[in-house]
């Protein structure tokens, strides 16, 4: 089965950029997403296809990818960031896909 | 606005059958392929199972193959999930999220979950 790869934890203060990774062999042929899922709350998609934000998502979220790593970048993260964050992506076939096994960002 | 509103879960015994609903508005739901991806109580996510848009097409996770079976009603706007031979590990929250269409399997939108406890 295929595995995407995550940091558990990141921690930040307010302003302070987060950086969250996402490492999967296959990331260079698929494209990745990110998940935000705050406590208690269901996910909600923040970046999808490597690099687009959908609409109502704050522009200090991105992101990029790079070879095997995908990264989702908050540039001056926010207390109201706090949340798990979650990759997805599928192996090179298409067939099989996976989460990452998430990042819990604290913000503080 | 896009609307997926999930219900069917409750307390089942190991081995016993449940099935899962997913009530869809806001968007034209025959157009979209559809999932079930779950979530154990503070653990991570795990996709379950997808359906195309005309309920042809059917891909499970190995952890459900042979005892779960997603299915649509496109006139009804819902979505479905039967399981049967309920395992303590099946306990999670059970969400449908919806495929945004693009080059590979994903999801936009989720509804807020059912919660489904396998236990005696």
């Known amino acids: 089965s295929y595995e995407l790869t995550q940091a558990p934890s990141v921690s930040v203060s307010p302003g302070q950029t987060a950086r969250i990774t996402c490492s999967g062999d296959a990331l260079p042929k698929k494209y990745a997403y ?3 899922q705050k406590s208690g709350q269901a996910p909600v998609l923040v970046i999808y296809e490597d690099t687009k934000r959908p ?11 790079s070879g095997t790593m995908a990264t989702l970048t908050i540039s001056g993260a926010q207390v109201e960031d706090e949340a798990d964050y979650y ?3 599928t192996d090179s076939g298409g067939n099989h896909g996976a989460f990452g096994g998430g990042t819990t960002l604290t913000v503080l | 606005e896009v609307h997926l509103v999930e219900s069917g879960g409750g307390l089942v015994q190991p081995g016993g059958s449940l099935r899962l609903s997913c009530a869809a508005s806001g968007f034209t739901f025959s157009s979209f392929e559809m999932n079930w991806v779950r979530q154990a109580p503070g653990k991570g996510l795990e996709w379950v199972a997808y359906i195309n848009r005309d309920g042809s097409k059917m891909n499970y996770a190995d952890s459900v193959r042979g005892r779960f079976t997603i299915s649509r009603d496109n006139a009804e706007n819902s979505l479905y999930l039967q399981m049967n031979s309920l395992r303590p590990e099946d306990t999670a929250f059970y969400y449908c999220a919806r495929d945004p269409g693009g080059q590979q399997l994903a999801f936009d939108y989720w509804g807020q979950g059912t919660l489904v406890t396998v236990s005696s």
Request: glycine share 12%; with cysteine.
């Open chain 1, 87 to 89: 990759c997805w992506s």
């Open chain 1, 34 to 36: 990110w998940y935000q």
């Open chain 1, 55 to 65: 609409s109502g998502i704050p522009e200090r979220f991105s992101g990029s990818t």
